[in-house]
């Protein structure tokens, strides 16, 4: 079990969105940022350098929502949320292909990684 977190990340009533690239596992599908813990890592950690990485931009974590498990054709993945907001930085990717701010109601039209699809009917709710 490979253990990723990811954000939720909140600006201006708008939700943060990437799509992988080509290159990528589930190519083009859409996700929330994040990635892969390291040893001795801690969760929120993990979460802040990996937005910082790929994305070049600041958070603030607000709070953990609940993890979603998945297995994947080659691998399962323990996927850990955290709701947070920007607060600082020019939007930079570094390995998506594209990034969306949306409202709320607009996600659920999106092509999904499906660990992310709990998570995001989770935030649903909220």
Known sequence: MIKVTCALIERNAETLVVQRSEKMQLPL????????MEVGESEEDCILREIKEELNIDIKLVHRLTPSAFKYPTKNIYLIPFLASHIGGELKLAEHKSYKW???DRLTRLDWAEADIPIMNEYLKL
């Open 29 to 36: 599908k859409w996700e929330f940022p994040g990635g892969k």
């Open 102 to 104: 949306l409202r709320k």
